[in-house]
């Protein structure tokens, strides 16, 4: 009876949603841990982890000499910078707030909201992370030298953006089959620890060998990587619009069975889990 009517605009509506976004990326930040510093370190430590482990497993199988001419520790992370950051994707996004959740009761908050935080969250602690450990690579090892480093920067983001198209994906699965959507997930990871194409190039392969890793959108990214990277290596099997394509024709279906799950989601579906 007393309550004021106010106008909202176009811009009021965007700023209202970005200020939403920007909580809830907050939010899933410091999800797992309180301290953002303690989840950046986490995150560090288990890319540098990756990084070891397969250094290691260069020098003991004697794959060294068929990496790219240059820096073998770079080679090594931009393989698994790309993987890193498509799969934490990937796991983001399945892993966001879903129709039924009690955050969306707040008359504000969508799972629109919900899903774009969780990807931006991803997205920004493995940005940080990559900064940080290029940054002490280059001060106390050996400096980086990138070859292209604005087409690099596009492979990550289309590795992120292809990670967020798996993992709407498996998220419109969820609520209807939520053990296929974990099981499917966490295969998905595991296919790509060695179908990402971390351990070797496109170009050194044979045919035989290479069509079962070209229908892989991480594995053109990866390649495509490495040849903004390095100045002596040229990709000429792999495509950097291909993961483009895929990424975004994902996200559309995704979005769309997002959409469907959200307007037939019922609180009660958890009700006999």
């Known amino acids: 009876m007393f309550q004021v009517q106010t106008r909202r605009t176009n811009a009021r509506t965007a700023f209202t949603i970005a200020e939403l976004i920007y909580h809830s990326v907050v939010r899933d930040l410091r999800k797992d841990h309180r301290n953002a510093l303690m989840g950046l370190a986490m995150n560090m430590f288990q890319t540098v982890a990756?990084?070891?482990?397969?250094?290691?497993?260069?020098?003991?199988?004697?794959?060294?000499?068929?990496?790219?001419?240059?820096?073998?520790?770079?080679?090594?992370?931009?393989?698994?910078?790309?993987?890193?950051?498509?799969?934490?994707a990937?796991?983001?996004?399945?892993?966001?707030?879903?129709?039924?959740?009690?955050?969306m009761q707040h008359a504000p908050m969508t799972t629109f909201i919900a899903i774009?935080?969780?990807?931006?969250?991803?997205?920004y602690i493995q940005v940080l992370s990559l900064l940080v450990i290029l940054f002490i690579y280059h001060v106390a090892f050996n400096p980086v030298v990138i070859?292209?480093?604005?087409?690099?920067?596009?492979?990550?983001?289309?590795?992120?953006?292809?990670?967020?198209?798996?993992?709407?994906?498996?998220?419109?699965i969820k609520p209807w089959s939520p053990d296929f959507s974990r099981i499917g997930t966490s295969v998905y990871g595991r296919v790509n620890m060695i179908a990402s194409g971390k351990m070797f190039v496109a170009n050194a392969l044979p045919h035989s060998m290479l069509?079962?890793?070209?229908?892989?959108?991480?594995?053109?990214?990866?390649?495509?990587?490495?040849?903004?990277?390095?100045?002596?290596?040229?990709?000429?099997?792999?495509?950097?619009?291909?993961p483009v394509y895929i990424g975004l024709g994902l996200i559309m279906i995704g979005l769309m069975g997002e959409f469907y799950t959200r307007k037939n989601a019922s609180l009660s579906w958890n009700a006999g889990r």
Do not use: C
């Open 90 to 103: 990937m796991g983001a996004v399945v892993g966001s707030e879903g129709p039924a959740s009690p955050m």
């Open 211 to 242: 069509v079962l890793f070209d229908w892989n959108p991480l594995f053109h990214i990866v390649d495509q990587t490495r040849g903004y990277v390095f100045l002596h290596y040229n990709p000429h099997f792999t495509s950097s619009s291909y």
């Open 50 to 88: 990756f990084v070891m482990t397969f250094y290691g497993m260069f020098l003991m199988l004697g794959m060294r000499g068929a990496a790219i001419r240059g820096d073998f520790l770079l080679y090594i992370m931009s393989g698994i910078f790309m993987f890193m950051t498509h799969t934490k």
């Open 147 to 172: 070859d292209n480093p604005i087409g690099a920067l596009g492979m990550l983001m289309t590795a992120w953006m292809s990670g967020v198209g798996v993992g709407l994906v498996f998220l419109a």
């Open 116 to 123: 774009v935080a969780a990807a931006l969250s991803s997205l």
